[in-house]
């Protein structure tokens, strides 16, 4: 399979090559150049097959001219280790619980396939592949423990100096093995400069094999779209099922298209937003307007310009009347996300973090006026991960789960260095 660049600029790339570079040299995302159909008899049986089972047969689709059934067997079991259940909340609200894996969020999906996927694409080769990061804090985690313990790969995280929380930071330094944390003397802006350079030195690229672990990856995106069959699989086949996803930058609402295109019968899909409502502001007036983000208390999802907005336009040919008839788009303020969380748990006694507040409220909202639909949304992250704002909201009391008092527990081992590059270059040489 090649996958080609949503700018179109320049030629196809191999599997390799897409996955090593990130972003193509245009500027583009990559997408794969055919979307394989899975047929109707793979939709009947869904229901009777694990997780880990129907993952495999997707990626097969995708990914099986290019990596044998043996090894992708092997990646998938290797990477989607971790149970994703759903779970009712209402008559025509599930959960699907995206956060039973090691950092607790779902960006553990993507990133444990991504390092499995690189892993094995470099087999042969002898050369460590050096993964470097710049982090305001949860791409670190999610990287650091999506690569930990994988051969062949060593990660760099690069972050601010004490402007990390204490559990974020206790989920990339704590780590040991193949992960090495940086701290530097300066902003995250700094971070990511000094990665940047290093990518384009054309001195240290002689000495060192670098790459990214982006979340525009196509290997992290894609494998998203694995658990939206499961989802569907899951759901009571009395009516018809839409999906609804917190998004950002639009990368998981991304693969649930691809789901979607690949055969699987969801009705619609629901993206909501926080206060940052670029996408529904485009939805509404068929303009994209990127503009600087908001903060807020689902800051995962504080994105003033998403990334897969490319990819989306791409699926749908640039065609606004289309896209905007396949998704819904709803946004909330922080107040309304409280109230959300606050209310679900009085009502229905199932605790929503902020993010997937937003998309339970969402899908509440959409089903007003979709009497015949039931849906599930995609609950992205433990409310743990946010006990600060939890905390401020009655009757939300959340304990920390074992798995994140044990990051706490761990010792941190950093090395600091300036905001200079020639001190980042000094280290990556040295090591
Ligand atoms: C990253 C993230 C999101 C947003 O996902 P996108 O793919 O960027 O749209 C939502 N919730 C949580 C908890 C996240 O970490």
Redesign the pocket.
Known sequence: MQYYSTNRQVPPSTLRDAVFKGLADDGGLYMPERIPQLGSDFFTGLHKKTFREIAFEAAAALFGEDIAAAPLRHIIDDALNFDIPLVKVSSRIYSLELFHGPTM???DVGARFLARMMQYLTRNENAETNVLVATSG?TGSAVANGFLGVEGITVTVLYPKGLVSKIQEAQFTTLGQNIRALEVQGAFDDCQRLVKQAFLDKSLRAQRTLTSAN?INLARFIPQAFYYFWGWAQMPKDSEIVAC?????????TAGLLAQRMGLPLKHFIAANNVNDIFLKYLQTAKFSPRPSIPTI?N??D?GN?S?FARIMDLYGNDHAKAAAAISGYSYSDAQIRETVQRVFAEAHYLL?P?GACAYEALHEYLQNDKEAKGFFLE??HPAKFKETMDGIPGADVAIPGKLQAFMRGKKQTAIISNRYEDFKAFLLSS
Do not use: C, Y
């Not at 996803?245 to 609402?253: D, K, M, Q, T, Y």
């Open positions: 969020a779902f960006k949860d979340s996803v917190p998004s950002g930058n639009f990368g998981n609402l689902a995962a999802m994105v998403p897969n973090d993010h992205t992250a």
